[in-house]
Structure formats: structure tokens, C-alpha cells
């Protein structure tokens, strides 16, 4: 399609100077908080625990930048939204039949092997509290009780859940940090740029890999359901966005903190995967008493656990406007909102058929799609950004300015680096590697 210039729709002067309306206000809670939240997962602590155990403070530089780098991402996606009362979806449908396709074909495979790994993820932390049970019961617990609490569409409920558990996570994973009695120095140390020798996939890892992917792009429909619709909210979810991934940045330099002063300083080594968290919940045990282990696993299982929820909603939003818009279905038409049948139709494929890979161990076929496409959105994200928010579809007052074109643009190469990686990776077991 060609490039043309869009005038948002029922954006009216009194909603854009505030007028006869209440004045936008930030609150705590936010969207912003929600994609923080859903973005990390148990993966990404994961990830920088490895990174502290194994290089100390000397990546912590790496993990502020990927902070910073999100804070980009998600601004775009909301300053589209806001700018343009469109949803990123309909952006990527203006870029041409490839970027529909491409979306198109990664929610659907990306959502069946995703369910199966999120419940797991969340059954995990359950399973190392009451060992008795098997652990696919937990995994289909989560996913029934992530479904129900989404079903209905009600982003109020489901924002006060989400906010409750990154508590239980602040109160865990910083306590454990806070613990630790981190060396100061040695923190800000970790601020000066290196990349010592093997370190360089970690370094690239903590700068692009933590904090999410496609629920990135979801930030914009949460924008919506919040009410936050026009640009005389910008202001306001800048400020809600950089506090929550400044949030999030506190997650992910706590573990980097207890990787770093725990395991690195002792010599001691976890588990790759998320069964490293667990090794960890008794390391704390071991070290600061027998009331860590359970605290901790708690924890585990509050970031599990809130990846699950927004995930479930967050993307299930998308995939309702994805069918809408693709099917020219009137903006006001109730199957593509929350609550609507697209939408639940998105929860049950999130929930039911994923539980068919926790019997079947993931057939390797599905791994490996999943992985070739999941490499691949982030930079899909970064290029598709950098286009529409320097195009006549944005008012020119909210296009990009050129530090953010030259942090996309360094960002887009980074990912298409990282997703080359983790292609070979996925690749790797039908080509015998």
C-alpha cells in the first residue's frame, strides 16, 4: 500500500487540548507496568542470572541498556497508537501483504508452542514446593486459571492481578538482591562498557534479549483498554513507560546482584534453563535460611506466572484485531474487542491444544518453527517501527526524531545479530549441529 498521510479518526479538539475533560494523570499502575511485567519471564532472570554467576558486575552495563532499549521500543508503539488511533497491527498492514502474512503466520505457531512453555514455566516453581504432584497438573492449572481470569475481557481485574504479583516479585527477587549486600563499587564498576572474552552473546543477550517480544507491540491495545486514546496522553505514557521498564530494570539488576555476589563470587554453578531458578531458591536456602527456598520459589512463580496473564490477554487482543482487520470488519464490531469471540477463540488456542506438547514432550518440527520465527520478531518490530514512524501515516509533530532513528537503527542490527544466533540455534537439530 501506498504511503499516505492518515488523519486519526474522533480525535476532536477537546480531547486533544483537554478541554472539557478530566486532565491525563499518571498513575503507578499502568500499561506500561503490564508489558514490563509480561516481559519478564522466568527465561529472562534466568538469563541474567547466568550472565552475574558467570562475569560477575562486568555485563551489568549491558542489562541498563536493554533497559533503555525497551523504554524505545514501547514508546513507538505507544506514540503510534496515540498519534495515530490506529492499532500497530493496521500500521503493519500498510507496510504491504508481507508484514500480514509474516504477523500472521508467528501468532498462530508462536501462540502453540508459547502456551505449552509459559504453563510450564509456572508449574516449575509449584512443583519444587509440593513435590508430590506431577508437574503437568500445575501446567494445566496455570493455563485454566490464566484463561479464566482473562476470559472476560476486563482490563481493570486483570491489571490489579498483574500488579499484585510484580510485588511479590519486588519483595522477593530484590530482597534476595538486597541480601546478598552487594559491593557498591564493584556495581558501578559494572556501568563502564566491557565485553570480556565469550561474553559476547551474553552481552547481546542482557542488551535485547530481557524484557519481551511480541507483547511489546501489545502496549498500544493496552493503551486502548485503559482508556488512554489520543495525544493528549503522550505525556503520560511516556512517564508510565520509562517508570515501568525503569521497574523492570530493578528485576533485572537484582538477579544480575545475586548471580553476580552468590554464585560468581562462590564459584558455584546453576542450572541452564529455568530449572536454574530452582537451584538457586536452595543455594538461598542453604546460605540465608530454610525460609528463602519457598520465598523465592514464590517469586519464580509470580514472574511465571504474570508472563502467563499478559500474554493471554495482551495477545489475544492482537489476534482479534488481526482477524478483524484482515476480515474489513467495522471498528466498532464487538468480535475484535476484549471479551470478543476472536479474542476468547485466541485464550482457548493459547490454553487447550499447548497442552497436547506437554504430553508429547514438542514435537521437534514445532520447536523449530517457534524458534525461527520468534528470532525474527524482534527485528520485524525495530525495522517496521522505524518505517512507519518517520512516514506522512504520523502527524509530523510525533515522527521519530533522529537520536531515536539512530537508536533504532543500532538496535535493528543488534536483533538481526541475535536472531541469526538463535535461527542456527533452532535450526540445529534438523541439520545435525
Avoid at 496455570?142 to 481493570?156: F, N, S
Avoid at 542450572?271 to 530452582?278: F, I, M, P, R, T
Avoid at 484482515?326 to 477463540?345: C, F, M, Q, T
Avoid at 518440527?365 to 520465527?373: D, E, F, I, K, T
Amino acid at each position: 500500500m501506498a504511503d499516505k498521510d492518515v488523519t486519526p479518526p474522533a480525535l476532536d479538539r477537546d480531547l486533544d487540548h483537554g478541554s472539557d475533560v478530566e486532565r491525563p494523570r499518571w498513575k503507578l499502575v499502568g500499561p506500561g507496568l503490564v508489558v514490563a511485567a509480561t516481559g519478564i519471564g522466568a527465561g529472562d532472570l534466568v538469563a541474567t542470572l547466568v550472565a552475574g554467576s558467570k562475569f560477575g558486575y562486568t555485563l551489568l552495563w549491558a542489562a541498563v541498556l536493554g533497559v533503555i532499549i525497551k523504554i524505545v521500543l514501547v514508546e513507538g508503539a505507544g506514540r503510534w497508537s496515540l498519534a495515530t488511533n490506529r492499532t500497530i497491527f493496521d500500521g503493519w498492514k500498510s507496510l504491504g501483504a508481507w508484514a500480514s502474512v509474516y504477523f500472521g503466520v508467528y501468532i498462530v505457531v508462536w501462540g502453540f508452542s508459547y502456551g505449552a512453555a509459559a504453563m510450564s514455566s509456572s508449574a516449575l516453581p509449584l512443583v519444587a514446593l509440593f513435590p508430590q504432584v506431577d508437574l503437568i497438573w500445575f501446567a494445566i492449572g496455570m493455563g485454566l486459571i490464566g484463561a479464566a481470569i482473562v476470559w472476560l475481557g476486563k482490563y481493570k481485574m486483570f491489571e490489579v492481578v498483574i500488579a499484585v504479583l510484580v510485588g511479590v516479585m519486588f519483595v522477593t527477587i530484590v530482597g534476595s538482591a538486597v541480601l546478598t549486600v552487594p559491593n557498591l563499587g564493584q556495581i558501578l564498576g559494572g556501568l563502564v562498557p566491557r565485553i570480556p572474552e565469550g561474553s559476547i552473546l551474553y552481552t547481546l543477550s542482557l542488551a535485547g534479549g530481557v524484557g519481551g517480544t511480541i507483547t511489546l507491540a501489545a502496549y498500544g491495545y493496552w493503551l486502548k483498554e485503559k482508556g488512554w486514546y489520543a495525544p493528549r496522553w503522550m505525556k503520560v505514557m511516556r512517564i508510565d513507560n520509562a517508570m515501568a521498564y525503569v521497574i523492570s530494570g530493578v528485576f533485572v539488576i537484582s538477579m544480575l546482584i545475586v548471580g553476580a555476589e552468590l554464585l560468581y563470587s562462590s564459584g558455584i554453578t546453576v542450572a541452564d534453563g529455568e530449572g536454574g531458578l530452582v537451584d538457586l531458591s536452595d543455594v538461598l536456602a542453604e546460605r540465608y535460611g530454610a525460609f528463602m527456598a519457598p520465598l523465592f520459589l514464590v517469586g519464580f512463580w509470580a514472574s511465571s506466572f504474570s508472563s502467563v496473564l499478559g500474554v493471554w490477554n495482551g495477545v489475544s487482543l492482537m489476534f482479534a484485531d488481526f482477524v478483524a482487520t484482515v476480515r474489513g470488519l467495522a471498528e466498532d464490531d464487538p468480535r475484535r474487542k476484549a471479551g470478543g469471540s476472536y479474542y476468547r477463540a485466541y485464550i482457548l488456542w493459547l490454553t487447550f491444544p499447548p497442552m497436547l506438547l506437554l504430553l508429547l514432550d514438542k514435537p521437534i518440527a514445532l520447536v523449530v518453527a517457534y524458534g525461527a520465527l520468534g528470532s525474527l520478531f524482534m527485528p520485524f518490530l525495530a525495522v517496521t517501527l522505524l518505517i512507519l514512524m518517520n512516514s506522512s501515516r504520523v502527524p509530523e509533530r510525533w515522527r521519530n526524531r533522529p537520536l531515536t532513528n539512530v537508536i533504532l537503527g543500532l538496535v535493528t542490527l543488534m536483533f538481526v545479530v541475535l536472531g541469526v544466533q538463535q535461527l542456527v540455534e533452532a535450526l540445529a537439530p534438523v541439520l545435525g549441529g
